[in-house]
């Protein structure tokens, strides 16, 4: 196995308060700006499933920001790590706000959604078995359980799963979803210093506008509807609290969120292990990987409890941290304040709101398919053996059952309705199928590339 060695980097910045209070509250500014873009896309894709019923972008960033205290915190103030918005859970919300059998049959679709955030909720609570098993077996026993050809094809499943989204969104202003498109494919490839780690911001706001411009010149959209509308924008006030609200919980939407944490674990200690990477100190050890997994796993069900999105460490800003090297995590916490203050702002929240569906389309083709392309890395760099027909058969029907069950499947127990979705179908099998089949030969750290490149990697 390949090893690594976590040293202080002597050109950078451990103690930010050497540099005075105003580049303290500078730096904390570029790290709001670079979790901004992807954290308040979440609730706007959310609301375009629940046809404006859908989550809030107050609450969303006051948890954003509440969460990532909660997990520093947790995390004995040590790792520094902003926890925005995840997207694995957008095929959860989608297939939720569908949902037609049982207690929901007549719901609106504002009514369905604290039950998908209280399956957030238990989803989190998985965090906390992960970490508890990890702190008494031991991390590699633990993802012996979880290889490659398993959290793969589960990982391909969950971009797949909302392709037709990003394609209706789109269609309403292909014109406007290229741009958006385009924009982000420019500032990804070509782009430089803090334009290169927000280029799905950059997106959003040129294309945003393109819109404006659009609209200033009398055009609409194909169907003749108007491109913006700000109706609700010039009603809203400055200053509000942000519209919380209740989870629920169903088993039918926990069994639909749930499964989903299976990639969010993985992600999130793909995520450290990149922070430590980055910042040269082994935070898997110091405070240790279970406690950042407490710290992850209570601050989503956190703000899923009051009704906003799942949590997760972001790798954006990880990028700044390698940016900037100022590595102290008081400059995260600045973030985190910033977010919260930003949330008590209703007119901000519904400009954001007033974003087209056609831009929120054109972003989601690149977001949708770089979740499965992550998927597809996960397994390539992994060098799974498809030539060996235990993988190969675990595989497709992990695929299959993702993709193919696209209703789900729903039946009685004990006069309760419960719906096992497609998700859910496929990681049940996929899990079970790789415990069950003999000859499971996936060693956890062995292939150091493959770890690191799955964004998993225990090199010390």
Not at 380 to 391: K, T
Request: aromatic share 10%; net charge neutral.
């Amino acid at each position: 196995m390949e090893e690594q060695q976590f040293h202080k980097k002597s050109d950078a910045i451990y103690d930010a308060r050497t540099l005075g209070r105003p580049k303290m509250l500078l730096l904390g500014l570029q790290h709001m700006f670079a979790m901004f873009g992807a954290t308040i896309l979440v609730p706007i894709l959310v609301n375009s499933y629940f046809h404006g019923e859908g989550l809030s972008v107050q609450v969303t960033l006051f948890m954003a920001g509440l969460g990532t205290l909660f997990f520093h915190f947790c995390s004995k103030f040590k790792v520094p790590a902003f926890l925005g918005s995840s997207f694995a859970f957008l095929g959860g919300f989608a297939t939720v706000a569908e949902l037609n059998t049982g207690i929901y049959a007549d719901m609106t679709y504002g009514e369905k959604l604290p039950y998908a955030c209280g399956g957030i909720v238990i989803a989190g609570l998985l965090y906390l078995i992960l970490a508890l098993v990890i702190r008494l077996a031991g991390v590699k026993r633990v993802m012996r359980f979880l290889p490659p050809v398993v959290t793969g094809p589960i990982i391909i499943c969950i971009g797949l799963s909302l392709a037709g989204s990003a394609i209706n969104n789109a269609g309403a202003n292909w014109f406007l979803a290229l741009i958006a498109l385009a924009t982000i494919i420019v500032f990804n490839v070509w782009g430089r210093g803090i334009f290169k780690i927000i280029p799905i911001l950059m997106g959003v706001v040129i294309s945003y506008a393109a819109a404006l411009i659009m609209q200033v010149s009398g055009l609409s959209n194909p169907d003749g509807s108007a491109i913006l509308d700000f109706s609700s924008v010039a009603s809203a006030g400055w200053v509000g609290i942000p519209p919380f609200q209740i989870c629920r919980f169903d088993l039918t939407a926990i069994l639909v969120m749930a499964p989903i944490a299976i990639a969010t674990m993985m992600e999130h200690i793909g995520d450290i292990s990149a922070i430590s990477a980055t910042v040269g100190e082994n935070f898997l050890e110091d405070p240790g990987l279970h406690r950042t997994l407490v710290g992850d796993g209570l601050a989503t069900s956190l703000s899923a409890f009051f009704g906003g999105p799942a949590n997760t460490t972001y790798g954006e800003n990880t990028g700044v941290l390698e940016l900037s090297h100022v590595y102290d995590p008081r400059v995260i916490r600045l973030a985190a304040v910033y977010a919260m203050i930003l949330s008590f702002v209703p007119k901000f929240a519904n400009v954001i709101s007033s974003l087209p569906a056609a831009i929120i389309g054109g972003v989601s083709f690149i977001l949708y398919g770089m979740i499965s392309a992550i998927g597809v890395r996960n397994v390539v760099e992994n060098r799974v053996d498809f030539s060996n027909s235990r993988n190969l058969i675990i595989a497709a029907v992990i695929l299959v059952s993702g993709l193919g069950f696209s209703s789900g499947v729903t039946f009685t127990v004990g006069g309760t309705s419960i719906t096992l979705t497609s998700l859910a179908i496929a990681s049940i099998a996929g899990i079970l199928l790789n415990a069950i089949l003999p000859g499971n030969d996936y060693h956890f750290g062995v292939n150091a590339r493959g770890d690191a490149m799955r964004g998993v990697s225990m090199k010390r």
